[in-house]
């Protein structure tokens, strides 16, 4: 799992994953930076981060220590043009704490235990 809370970490995925969906992280960064500051510390301030999960495992971890018993208060589609498709889900940990999550629809469905 990559947890991706700051704009230049999104550099080191850039060449991994779809300009659309860098896109979309880049939007939610910025939006956790405008009210939440550039400088926060993501494991004790307010706001949030990513977390692109790339495995089963990650899908997991994150389960089982980060949003159990959690339903997603949304999900997108992030339709990309290599034609894999990206999902988006925002889980709510408190009134200002949020993870999104985000992942392929294989990893969503084991995600959100449901077929998409």
């Known amino acids: 799992m990559i947890k991706i809370y700051k704009q230049e970490q999104l550099e080191d995925v850039k060449q991994k994953y ?3 969906m860098i896109k979309e992280a880049e939007e939610i960064i910025i ?4 009210n939440y500051g550039i400088y926060r510390d993501v494991d004790k301030d307010l706001g949030g981060y990513i ?10 971890e994150i389960k ?3 949003i159990k018993g959690l ?3 949304y999900t ?5 043009d290599d034609g ?12 200002d704490y949020s993870i999104v999550v985000f992942s392929t629809k294989e990893l969503h469905e084991i995600l959100i235990e449901k077929e998409l």
């Not at 939006?31 to 405008?34: A, H, Q, R, S």
């Not at 997108?76 to 990309?80: A, E, F, L, T, V």
């Not at 894999?84 to 009134?95: E, M, P, W």
């Open 18 to 20: 779809s300009k659309e």
């Open 31 to 34: 939006l956790l930076d405008e």
């Open 51 to 60: 977390a692109l999960l790339e495995s089963r495992e990650d899908v997991t």
């Open 64 to 66: 089982a220590n980060r």
């Open 71 to 73: 339903l997603p208060e």
């Open 76 to 80: 997108d589609i992030i339709k990309s």
């Open 84 to 95: 894999i498709d990206y999902y988006s889900s925002l889980f709510l940990l408190s009134d």
